[in-house]
């Protein structure tokens, strides 16, 4: 079964400054995707970013960004210029080629210090 | 177009009474999700549907509840009776239910379920 663990229950990043999200997921499929959701206070689940697995290159979407590595099964999420708003809950998610299943990981709750 | 439309946003109720959540997916979706959240469990899927047909109940906790889908436009998730331990937020979320690259999951508000 697919798995996915997020190490950091809790972090934190000054105003502006940059933070990187970790995640981890066990698979032995080649066809699957990978996503960052955002949960804020509101609750409202957020599609923050998204990359497929056959894709080198990683995914950007403005300030966030993804460190893809594939043989080691790692998906990072890189937030730059930190701001208020992006303080939230953040999951990490896996979804395999052909289904439509997603297995989320337990989520990293992101404080934003100004 | 409007997002994942869920109802009501927050819900109260005793042990024992009936609970039915409501959902509308985004037009023009073919799947619909339900999830449960509560922090010691995370999130959980639910149910799923594909083209309003339950596609896996796997994860719905026991037969107190039951889900629906009467047509691509509407879903409905009843808890009957309810219990103390079934209070969590309950997502509802839609895709366009292809499992392809463009294929990814959006989520209503949630509703948060109270049941004293």
């Known amino acids: 079964a697919q798995t996915v663990t997020q190490s950091q229950p809790e972090m934190s990043v000054q105003e502006a400054e940059t933070v990187t999200l970790s995640c981890t997921y066990d698979?032995?499929?080649?066809?699957?995707?990978l996503f960052w959701y955002k949960q804020p206070p509101s609750r409202q689940m957020i599609l923050v970013i998204r990359?497929?697995?056959?894709?080198?290159q990683n995914a950007t979407e403005n300030r966030f960004s993804v460190n893809f590595q594939k043989a080691a099964k790692s998906f990072s999420l890189k937030i730059s210029d930190s701001q208020l708003g992006d303080a939230a809950m953040y999951f990490c998610?896996?979804?395999?080629?052909?289904?439509?299943?997603?297995?989320f990981g337990t989520g990293t709750k992101l404080q934003v210090i100004p | 177009d409007a997002g994942v439309i869920q109802s009501p946003r927050h819900e109260v109720t005793e042990m024992g009474q009936e609970v039915t959540l409501r959902c509308k997916p985004i037009?023009?979706?073919?799947?619909l999700f339900w999830y449960r959240q509560t922090m010691m469990r995370g999130l959980e899927l639910l149910i799923y549907?594909?083209?309003?047909?339950?596609?896996?109940d796997s994860g719905m906790p026991e037969d107190r509840f039951s889900a629906k889908m009467p047509n691509a436009s509407f879903s409905t998730l009843k808890i009957q009776p309810s219990e103390p331990r079934d209070s969590a937020v309950y997502f509802c979320?839609?895709?366009?239910?292809?499992?392809?690259?463009?294929?990814?999951?959006?989520f209503g508000p949630g509703t948060r379920l109270t049941v004293l």
């Open positions: 698979t032995s499929e080649s066809d699957y995707y």
């Open positions: 998610a896996y979804r395999r080629g052909g289904y439509q299943k997603v297995t």
């Open positions: 990359q497929e697995a056959y894709k080198q």
């Open positions: 037009s023009g979706h073919n799947s």
């Open positions: 549907f594909n083209n309003n047909v339950p596609i896996d």
């Open positions: 979320a839609s895709s366009q239910g292809t499992s392809g690259r463009t294929d990814t999951q959006y």
